[in-house]
T-cell receptor, first 116, second 115 residues
Framework: EAGVAQSPRYKIIEKRQSVAFWCNPI?????LYWYQQILGQGPKLLIQ????????DSQLPKDRFSAERLKGVDSTLKIQPAKLEDSAVYLC??????????????FGPGTRLTVL | AQKVTQAQTEISVVEKEDVTLDCVYE???????LFWYKQPPSGELVFLIR??????QNEISGRYSWNFQKSTSSFNFTITASQVVDSAVYFC????????????FGAGTQVVVTP
């Protein structure tokens, strides 16, 4: 079974530029998550989708970050404009969406963003 | 509020030694879930185990074992007879509260296994 796919794997941009990341979850997984992992820290949830609806985006900096999952499958995370502090690894994860008693989140390889 | 503490920043061992990673969690919820993930240098987080709060049975999977103790709010992870391929950052994570999708991660413990 294919895992969570993400692209690109690496991205270098200048501050104030925009960037987009793409994620394709495991087939059949209803729930999709975007996490931000700053160097030396654990991942932090940015946004959670259940199918194409947002469940939790309380930690998403909405003035510059946006995300969508229009058809309930793949998803795009965008940063516009980027700041130096956005340099991090952006991880996408997915789970069946059956609820916390059984759900396990499986992660993709991540996109390493460097903002200069 | 939920919190996960991994006090060990880095542990260095020689191959074949055992290594134990500590994880202490905080939550007021009576139902919660604990996880361990491995992050090798490639960057992908690899799921290792999940534990439900009502199941305190310890678990062994090959060279890996986990010790869950609710009395001390700990969920420790031991690698027996470590190998170079075990070199990675290991994260403990907690799922609890109203936000059922929000995994609360610890800061991670870097394990370095040298030949």
């Amino acid at each position: 079974e294919a895992g969570v796919a993400q692209s690109p794997r690496y991205k270098i941009i200048e501050k104030r530029q925009s960037v987009a990341f793409w994620c394709n979850p495991i087939s059949g997984h209803a729930t999709l998550y975007w996490y931000q992992q700053i160097l030396g820290q654990g991942p932090k949830l940015l946004i959670q989708f259940q199918n194409n609806g947002v469940v939790d985006d309380s930690q998403l900096p909405k003035d510059r970050f946006s995300a969508e999952r229009l058809k309930g499958v793949d998803s795009t995370l965008k940063i516009q404009p980027a700041k130096l502090e956005d340099s991090a690894v952006y991880l996408c994860a997915s789970s069946l969406g059956a609820g916390p008693s059984t759900d396990t989140q499986y992660f993709g390889p991540g996109t390493r963003l460097t903002v200069l | 509020a939920q919190k996960v503490t991994q006090a060990q920043t880095e542990i260095s061992v020689v191959e074949k030694e055992d290594v134990t990673l500590d994880c202490v969690y905080e939550t007021r919820d009576t139902t919660y879930y604990l996880f361990w993930y491995k992050q090798p240098p490639s960057g992908e987080l690899v799921f290792l185990i999940r534990r439900n709060s009502f199941d305190e049975q310890n678990e062994i999977s090959g060279r890996y074992s986990w010790n869950f103790q609710k009395s001390t709010s700990s969920f420790n992870f031991t690698i027996t007879a470590s190998q170079v391929v075990d070199s990675a950052v290991y994260f403990c994570a907690l799922l609890a509260g109203d936000s059922w999708g929000k995994l609360q991660f610890g800061a991670g413990t870097q394990v370095v296994v040298t030949p």
